[in-house]
């Protein structure tokens, strides 16, 4: 049946059959909507799997057969609902990725068997893992028993390994034993928080505000002997990453306010601080590519995209070689 001729019949329709149709239409939609609201794996069922598709395509035909015109109709319905189908699990596709990655049932069943014999005394978490490896890499391990470093990474950790003062071993055994346990992300965090930089986030710096603090400070004309023989101790603001009220990683200041009068305990003020005061807060910090949050480096997972500068007193100047890396500095 020619074009025309289709549209010559939907034209004989009288206006009693639109209405119909029009009815029907609706009441189909309705049906098809409460289905994918309330029950939405038949349609997944239905149009990501072939006995589904085969199913749609058989009743498709047979409605056709039947009129033409419902079945062009019940066609475009189920194009519809394919292609909004299809955007909603790219979507999800999308959250997955940037949320972390999925490994399939036997490579985890798999790597966890080897772990059980290559490190039996360490606990793996497996859902935490998967936010730091791809499935290609724990392929990697199932094949070779280590993770899957690259020679960038090797090498910094062995710079890592050269300027740690309490720990003298060979850096190409220490990379066999250790690349067994942690993968390329998890080595890189557990080397940058070694830095000043990771430090900063994780402790955070001392600064010196300039103003009294009665709760610190000795009375007038007391000298500072006192605090620089270590006899007792002064403790300036503090400003590093800590957790909010709301559960999220956020810059604070630490204000501490002496001891209090039964335990003897210090006593501390925290409050939540802008990062666009940082600069001014900290000499020797500097933002490389504008102001931005810090925390966000030490999130779970990271975000590597605030690369700042951290002149402490003591320690090289510039950006230690991991954060360059991370940062994509180099």
Sequence with gaps: MSFNKIINKIKQLNSKDNESLII?????????????????????????????????ILFIVLVTFKNLYYGMILLTIFVIIYRFLTIS?????????????????????????IQKTINPEIVFNTPE???????????????????????????LYTE????????????????????????????????????????????????NTGKSNPYEDLPSGWGDYAYNSKQISKKNNVIKCGYNNNDELSLQEINYKGNDGILYNHVKET?????????????????????????????????????????VRGVEKGVTPVWKYLWSLV
Aim: hydrophobic residues 35%; glycine residues 4%.
């Design 24 to 56: 029907g239409l609706i009441f189909i939609l309705t049906i098809c909507w409460l289905i994918l609201y309330v029950i939405p794996e038949i349609f997944v069922n239905l149009f990501n799997t072939f006995l589904g598709k085969a199913i749609l």
């Design 89 to 113: 699990i790219e979507s999800n596709i999308k959250t997955k990725t940037k949320e972390g990655f999925t490994w399939n049932q036997s490579s985890t069943n798999k790597f966890l068997e």
């Design 129 to 155: 893992i998967q936010k730091q490896a791809t499935q290609e890499e724990v392929d990697y391990f199932n094949q070779h028993g280590r993770w899957p470093w690259s020679e960038k990474v090797k090498n």
């Design 160 to 207: 890592s390994l050269d300027n740690n003062p309490y720990v003298r071993t060979s850096s190409e055994d220490a990379i066999k034993t250790i690349s067994t346990i942690y993968n390329e992300k998890a080595i890189l965090q557990i080397i940058s928080h070694q830095t000043k930089e990771g430090k900063f986030l994780l402790n955070g710096v001392s600064i």
């Design 271 to 311: 409050k939540n601080i802008d990062y666009n005061e940082l600069e001014e807060k900290i000499p020797g910090f500097s933002f490389l590519k504008g102001p931005c949050d810090p925390c966000k480096s030490i999130n779970n997972p990271p975000d590597y995209n605030c690369p700042f500068e951290l002149n």
